[in-house]
């Protein structure tokens, strides 16, 4: 299975006032393309500065980060923009659904962007719909569905691209423990067929449905290992 994130020796620091912020240090870590990868950590550990990293919505102090075989840690805001929208689907805690407008609108809105033409978008859209099964809800807007419902929606729109890696920012920190067994389901469909899937949380059991748990402490890889998910 080929590799399709490196970083190697990747560090973040920012500063405030005087003082000096050590988010990661200098972490090193391989995904290979289909994995299904948690990653960890108390509050402080870094986690979050890898998220954004790994998403390229920031860019380290030092080190190298590799994503599909093109080095974007030392890639400008705007390149890094055409990375995100060309490799990377993202799935927020919140949702972030436009409320006026449908499921369909929104999972459009990336193709929007992207320069896609209606009827391409609709059918792109409605195929993305489907996979998380809500072909029938194609019309409704966010305060027509259950909680569960427009995380699904957020879900679609982030592989509406065809991403190559998808990130998921705590997906069910707003969810309850019957609605976050129903989205961990649907993640465990999309990486059975294929999807390479990387999730941040903080929750042990949410991160036992991967197939690899990665946890930070103070900016440092801790552990690297197989979770019960692997054998799944």
């Not at 995380?151 to 920190?173: K, Y």
Request: net charge neutral; proline share 3%; with cysteine.
């Amino acid at each position: 299975m080929s590799t399709i994130i490196r970083i190697l020796d990747l560090a973040r620091e920012y500063r405030m006032g005087d003082e000096r912020i050590y988010a990661l240090r200098g972490v090193t870590l391989d995904i290979r393309r289909n994995e299904y990868v948690a990653i960890m950590g108390p509050s402080g550990s870094g986690k979050s500065t890898m998220m954004n990293l790994l998403g390229c919505l920031d860019t380290p102090t030092a080190g190298e980060y590799w994503l599909n075989g093109e080095e974007v840690s030392r890639l400008s805001d705007d390149a890094l923009a055409r990375v995100r929208n060309r490799e990377i689907g993202f799935v927020f805690q919140t949702f972030n659904l436009l409320p006026r407008a449908t499921a369909l609108q929104n999972v459009e809105l990336p193709l929007v962007y992207a320069g896609v033409r209606a009827r391409d978008r609709r059918d792109r859209a409605v195929a993305a719909l489907e996979r998380v099964g809500l072909g029938h809800r194609l019309e409704h807007r966010p305060n027509e569905l259950s909680g569960g419902q427009r995380q699904r929606v957020a879900i679609a729109r982030a592989l509406v691209n065809q991403p190559s890696i998808l990130l998921a920012d705590e997906p069910t920190g707003n969810l309850d423990s019957v609605t976050s067994e129903e989205i961990m389901r649907v993640f465990a469909d999309l990486h059975a067929a294929g999807q390479t899937v990387i999730m941040v949380t903080h929750e042990s059991d949410i991160a036992a449905h991967a197939e690899r748990a990665v946890v930070l402490r103070d900016g440092r890889v801790e552990s690297d290992r197989l979770t019960r998910g692997a054998a799944a």
